[in-house]
């Protein structure tokens, strides 16, 4: 079946630190991949997302490109801000399977300044 | 509404105690799912709608787990005689359909389920 596997966190970096969270899948198909954010006392929301491959979503400064080949969509962002302090989950979603989606386990962020 | 709203916000329920958990999507949204998320993890698939047909329910975990939305609108997970396990926080997403499956969804800030 789908899976979707996250690197492990916590993540705590500094401000203005460059920011990678991995992310990568098994599903069958070609899905469309997600990234949701989950700010404290929030609902999951989505951050960006990419349709087919070699794709990149962005969005207030992150970025993350579908790799096929890789099966990867690994999260970046060149410069956190404190208020990126969150749990970012990465999700896919297939078509063929009523659109919904599998999530990773999610990996929390703290930006420190 | 201007978003996808969930009730109650936190839930204390004794083990065998029945309770409803609802979710008003936002208006016009076709597609609508319920997602358990235990503590640390992701949210896991339960079921799943489109306008008032239950088009899918292979996650709900047992038959104490009971989904419904009859006006395609508004809808109501219930699980009954709830043991510990039942202990999570339960997500409702929405979303619009309008193009394409693929559009985003859009979650609710969930309902914390703690069975003592």
């Known amino acids: 079946g789908d899976s979707v596997t996250q690197m492990e966190g916590p993540v705590t970096l500094s401000e203005e630190a460059f920011l990678t969270i991995n992310c990568t899948y098994t599903?069958?198909?070609?899905?469309?991949l997600f990234w949701y954010v989950q700010y404290p006392g929030e609902g999951l929301q989505l951050l960006l997302k990419a349709t087919k491959a070699d794709d990149k979503g962005s969005n207030k400064g992150f970025e993350a490109t579908y790799r096929k080949e890789t099966t990867s969509f690994h999260l970046e962002k060149g410069s956190v801000q404190v208020s990126d302090s969150a749990v970012y989950f990465c999700a896919l979603m297939r078509g063929t399977n009523a659109g919904k989606s599998t999530f990773g386990d999610g990996t929390t962020l703290t930006v420190k300044p | 509404g201007a978003g996808v709203s969930q009730s109650p916000r936190y839930k204390v329920a004794k083990r065998g105690q029945d309770v409803a958990l609802r979710c008003d999507p936002i208006s016009g949204h076709v597609s609508l799912f319920w997602y358990q998320q235990a503590l640390g993890q992701g949210p896991e698939f339960l079921t799943y709608?489109?306008?008032?047909?239950?088009?899918?329910k292979s996650g709900l975990p047992s038959d104490r787990f009971f989904a419904e939305r009859p006006e395609g609108s508004v809808s109501t997970l219930k699980i009954q005689r709830t043991q510990q396990e039942d202990s999570a926080v339960y997500l409702c997403?929405?979303?619009?359909?309008?193009?394409?499956?693929?559009?985003?969804?859009?979650f609710g800030s969930g309902t914390q389920l703690s069975v003592l």
């Open positions: 599903a069958t198909g070609y899905p469309s």
């Open positions: 709608f489109q306008n008032e047909a239950q088009l899918d």
């Open positions: 997403a929405s979303r619009a359909d309008r193009t394409a499956y693929n559009e985003k969804l859009f």
